[in-house]
């Protein structure tokens, strides 16, 4: 898109924001990792409804838990610099980033 500021005018397209562009794609890649190293705590489906091993749900949170740190800090930092520039657009690459996430949770969830 083509717009007019000032007299100027500039090119704009939605990938204007590398670095918000950047972080979709690791977010992306993060909820990929989160998901296989969660999967070694699903169930396997012929044992699905047995009375599950007790520590696994500490094995599937010690799996998890560095990747989920990582990302919760960088997406927090990401998303407060997103509401004190108001960059705004670079708040919709946030959401995908959220959404990608949801996906990795419903698919680990899912196999429980």
Partial sequence: ???SHRGTLTYETHFAQPGSLALLVLNAIGAIVYVFRASPSWAIPEERGLVPTTGEP?????GILPVVTVFF???LIWGTLILAHRRWRSGRFWLLAALCW???AWIDFAHH
């Avoid at 500490?58 to 010690?62: E, G, H, K, V």
């Fill in 1 to 3: 898109m083509i717009t």
């Fill in 73 to 75: 800090v960088l997406n």
């Fill in 102 to 104: 949801l996906v990795a």
């Fill in 58 to 62: 500490f094995i599937w949170f010690l």
